[in-house]
């Protein structure tokens, strides 16, 4: 589950970068999108990973608050397109 959690966050992140080269915004909303389902196939992982106790309450919220944020400024870069 750890290697899935890793390709997820390091979609997002290849995602961003690839749809802010983009010139059209046609491709850059593609890609930005592309980005927020990888966001949410993460946020899939966390909540499971908690549901099955392999990871803590507190670590839980702290994960929890920063795929909070991730998912804000996201939103942000597809409300610019």
């Known amino acids: 589950?750890?290697?899935?959690?890793?390709?997820?966050?390091?979609?997002?992140c290849a995602?961003?970068?690839e749809g802010y080269s983009?010139?059209?915004l046609?491709?850059?909303k593609h890609f930005y999108q592309m980005a927020m389902?990888?966001?949410t196939e993460?946020?899939?992982f966390i909540d499971f990973a908690y549901?099955?106790?392999?990871?803590?309450?507190?670590?839980?919220?702290k994960i929890l608050e920063i795929h909070m944020e991730a998912a804000r400024v996201?939103?942000?870069l597809l409300k610019s397109t």
């Not at 589950?1 to 997002?12: E, F, K, T, Y």
């Open 51 to 61: 549901e099955r106790k392999f990871i803590s309450k507190d670590d839980y919220a």
């Open 22 to 24: 983009r010139r059209g």
């Open 42 to 44: 993460l946020e899939f």
């Open 74 to 76: 996201l939103s942000g």
């Open 1 to 12: 589950m750890i290697s899935q959690m890793r390709r997820a966050a390091l979609s997002v």
């Open 15 to 17: 995602n961003i970068a």
């Open 37 to 39: 389902g990888s966001l």
């Open 26 to 28: 046609k491709d850059r």
